[in-house]
């Protein structure tokens, strides 16, 4: 099965090449294409922008990779005599026999090591010795661990069988112990330690663990290897496609061009619905967009004619969501019997509410960073850009400001109603913060207090109808066969992005800057951010208005679209 993807021309031989984690990952037909443009029948074609991003991808992963080498053992633990001994794989032409040298000599500490066989091979970013002996021994056994920016766990009332901690500055030395931790699995990082535990077991040197250091860099995560090598198993059985399809690392893919050339040749299907979304139709054997128009697939066959038309979006009946109470603050809904162009129903009901918009900001290993409100008419930050963090001073700040404006609207009897775009990252950093701080007390710059809430207080909101998912308001009103995020959905609404150029990954990397520039860089990475995250917040209070008018200017579901 992998007789295609394989090989490279070397002259006029095809020599097999090893099968790589990457390999195993993402599109699978990126890596033929990848094998292909040695022999000059593939052009790669990168813009500026991606170039840039692989670029910055790549700085990040080698300072998280230094970062954790760095703080990796150097002395024995007090009153042991286990030395954690250690070789740093550096030569990349030779990194295959430095890495087999020091699992011969019984180093504890691999650091940046490559394994091969020849039908797989791996480099990872580190091998532990886990047994308790000192040197070369018949008995030793190693666990690869990979260093990643994702988040590699998350809390669990209940311990997960084999998921275990044990402290990077101990690795090699100490046993890991149980935690209230589960697993949070990425494909490429699983593959990595799939594919290395594999080759240690050919050497006879398989520990049965796996490890991850994620965006907690002081620690790494252990699960039994039993994990993961079931879905490398899978990811080497699934045949390799001959042909493109469309997946979500399309639109950052040096072969996105060619391919999309060919599916828009065919019309397949994958055009509106990538990767496992065509499965069910395909069954059908329904294999294009112009097969799909003209099935009896009701708003999926609508969605099809309507991208064939070059149309993005269609309204559902108004019925179905215009009447949605969370749409009204709370109000049952009332139509008047007359609208004048771009006017609001319901004026006199929304004329007494207190709404505001609420967007965050979190870096991956900091937390968040910055909470932004627009009450409609002020837009207020709520922030933290001190070098070492304050604790979440800077969220238990928002709180109190928050439950304060609504305290106030009960008083004078108004509904209050807190919205935000897509909630998943709020609710996580809130319950977050209040689980880590909950209770503490911070002084204000104004001599005033900021409390932060207990869990129980921050889950008896999230789960009100104070709290709003104007999302889910999008999801329930309109059909897509493009993004239905904000960036996509605001200028639908009218509105107008003034950072077009930022988004969740440039504002990491700004946030870094603020925090670690100079005085101007700081500033002005500052300044940035908060412009950035007040548009989130008034595209949020744009898409709600714009759907309360019945979402103008798409065509409803209904429409004949004359795509022929």
């Known amino acids: 099965m992998w007789e295609?993807?394989?090989?490279?021309?070397?002259?006029?031989?095809?020599?097999?090449?090893?099968?790589?984690?990457?390999?195993?990952?993402?599109?699978r037909h990126r890596r033929v294409l990848n094998r292909a443009v040695s022999s000059g029948r593939v052009s790669a074609e990168l813009t500026s922008g991606a170039v840039i991003d692989r670029a910055v991808g790549r700085c990040r992963s080698r300072w998280r990779r230094e970062a954790v080498a760095a703080a990796l053992p150097r002395s024995p633990r007090f009153g042991e005599r286990l030395v954690p001994t250690r070789v740093d794989v550096t030569d990349d032409d030779t990194a295959e026999e430095q890495t087999l040298e020091a699992l011969a000599a019984g180093t504890r500490l691999i650091v940046g090591g490559r394994l091969a066989d020849g039908a797989l091979a791996c480099d990872i970013d580190l091998l532990v010795r886990t047994d308790s002996g000192s040197g070369p021994a018949t008995d030793m056994t190693y666990m690869p661990v990979a260093v990643t920016g994702h988040t590699v766990s998350a809390k669990t009332t209940t311990r997960s069988a084999g998921v275990r901690v044990v402290d990077v500055a101990v690795l090699g030395l100490a046993r890991p112990v149980p935690v209230g931790l589960k697993h949070r699995s990425t494909p490429v990082d699983s593959q990595k330690v799939a594919v290395a535990h594999v080759l240690l077991e050919v050497l006879g040197l398989g520990s049965g663990d796996v490890g991850f250091i994620g965006a907690d860099l002081t620690q790494c995560l252990v699960i039994p290897a039993e994990r993961v090598v079931p879905g490398l198993v899978r990811a080497l059985e699934a045949p390799v496609p001959d042909e493109p399809t469309r997946v979500r690392e399309c639109g950052t893919c040096e072969f996105h061009n060619h391919c999309r050339a060919r599916l828009l040749q065919t019309g397949d299907l994958s055009l509106m619905l990538p990767g496992d979304r065509a499965a069910r139709w395909r069954e059908r054997g329904i294999d294009t967009l112009a097969e799909l128009a003209t099935a009896d697939g009701g708003e999926t066959s609508a969605l099809a004619t309507a991208w064939l038309a070059g149309v993005g979006y269609l309204r559902r009946p108004l019925r179905r969501w215009i009447v949605r109470t969370d749409l009204w603050?709370?109000?049952?809904?009332?139509?008047?019997?007359?609208?004048?162009?771009?006017?609001?129903?319901?004026?006199?009901?929304?004329?007494?509410?207190v709404e505001i918009d609420v967007d965050m900001e979190a870096h991956p290993s900091r937390g968040t960073f910055l909470w932004g409100t627009f009450d409609g008419s002020v837009y207020r930050s709520f922030t933290d850009f001190g070098s070492a963090g304050d604790g979440g001073r800077h969220v238990a700040s928002f709180w109190t400001w928050l439950s304060a404006r609504r305290a106030a609207a009960a008083r004078e009897g108004r509904a209050c109603r807190v919205y935000c775009y897509s909630q998943q990252g709020e609710n996580h950093w809130l319950r977050h913060y209040a689980g880590r701080y909950g209770g503490t007390t911070y002084p204000l710059d104004d001599g005033r207090e900021a409390i932060m809430p207990s869990l129980d207080e921050v889950n008896e909101f999230l789960a009100s109808d104070h709290w709003v998912d104007v999302f889910g308001l999008v999801r329930t009103a309109v059909a897509a066969n493009s993004s239905l995020g904000l960036k996509a959905m605001a200028p639908l609404a009218g509105f107008t992005f003034s950072q077009e150029d930022v988004d969740g990954r440039v504002a990491v990397g700004l946030f870094e800057v603020a925090v670690g520039g100079d005085g101007a860089a700081a500033s002005a990475a500052q300044r940035t951010l908060e412009r950035y995250n007040a548009d989130d917040c008034f595209a949020t209070a744009a898409v709600r208005n714009w759907l309360r008018r019945g979402a103008p200017g798409i065509p409803a579901l209904s429409q004949p679209l004359d795509w022929v």
């Open 329 to 353: 603050c709370g109000h049952p809904f009332r139509m008047p019997e007359r609208l004048v162009d771009g006017e609001v129903p319901m004026a006199d009901e929304l004329a007494d509410a």
């Open 4 to 27: 295609h993807e394989g090989c490279e021309a070397v002259g006029t031989t095809e020599v097999a090449a090893p099968v790589t984690p990457a390999d195993l990952t993402g599109c």
